[in-house]
């Protein structure tokens, strides 16, 4: 399926009349193609969208990707009068090496304002709570190694949840790398519990040293949830254990729901890998 990453926002350049420039990026995920357009910000729509994506010179894609959540809606009036899928993600790798690399263009140019500016920057509201009907029985810090995920892999899990960047041979992980994660216990809910995490898309698990510590779950484009809060220092320990190995792995971890330790089955299994 043909694909676009794209970006529509604010940069630290205006106008010589004093009007913010958005620019529109456009980018596949192979690398091969860019697009780039400026656009004073009263004159931002999904109908200038429109018209750009026609002119960019390349054949309209089957799928539009968006990370950045003020750009959803602009293109996603786009997408529809094109008849466009569009695909909300934080994962678009291409895209956002190609923004790093504009935004250090800004400074030559006679626009630019000298603000300061991280192009891959996001408002994020505080984290929530999770319901309190999603709560597992239990959970653990655990470490699986490469031959046993794919193992794992294998077993008839109600959701899967990967890309095949992402998976341990992609990377070039030895066999023995031990790659972090958490398990959460659900008990006769797992499968609810699996559900509700699957509509969330997890995208991250950021262990947060503290007095309580705690886990956050980052999910959709923006979204943080107060996983789990806990004062024992042996988790402590495990949970600074989980942070030493995400450097060994990329960043890659694993977020696996298991009705008990006991059982031998499972219910849902994501592999993850925040890319900024």
């Given at each position: ?46 109908a200038w969208v429109v018209t750009e994506f026609k002119n960019c010179g390349?054949?309209?894609p089957e799928r539009v990707q968006v990370f950045r959540p003020q750009t959803l809606g ?203």
């Open positions: 399926m043909s694909c676009w990453q794209v970006d529509l926002y604010r940069r630290p350049l205006r106008t010589p009349s004093g009007l913010d420039l958005w620019e529109l990026v456009i980018c596949d995920p192979e690398e091969n193609f860019y697009y780039t357009a400026f656009c004073p910000e009263p004159l931002v729509s999904s390349r054949p309209l602009l293109v996603e009036g786009a997408c529809q009068e094109l008849n466009l899928a569009l695909e909300a993600t934080r994962r678009t790798p291409a895209l956002k090496r190609y923004l790093r690399q504009r935004a250090q263009e800004y400074p030559a140019l006679k626009t630019y304002t000298g603000e300061a500016y991280d192009p891959l920057a996001i408002e994020q509201p505080p984290p929530l709570p999770l319901p309190e009907d999603i709560w597992g029985d239990s959970w653990q810090f655990a470490a699986i190694t490469p031959p046993d995920l794919e193992q794992l892999m294998q077993y008839p899990l109600r959701i899967l949840a990967f890309e095949m960047a992402m998976l341990p041979a992609s990377l070039g992980l030895a066999a023995d790398t031990l790659i972090p994660g958490i398990i959460l216990y659900g008990g006769r809910k797992s499968l609810k519990l699996a559900r509700w995490f699957q509509e969330q898309v997890p995208y991250g698990l950021e262990f947060v040293a503290g007095q309580p510590c705690g886990v956050v779950l980052h999910s959709g484009l923006r979204d943080r949830w107060v996983f789990l809060t806990f004062e024992d220092a042996e988790m402590a320990q495990a949970g600074e254990l989980f942070c030493d190995r995400l450097r060994s792995t990329q960043n890659l971890h694993f977020f696996l729901i298991q009705p008990t330790p006991q059982d031998i089955t499972y219910t849902a299994l994501w592999l993850l890998q925040p890319l900024e």
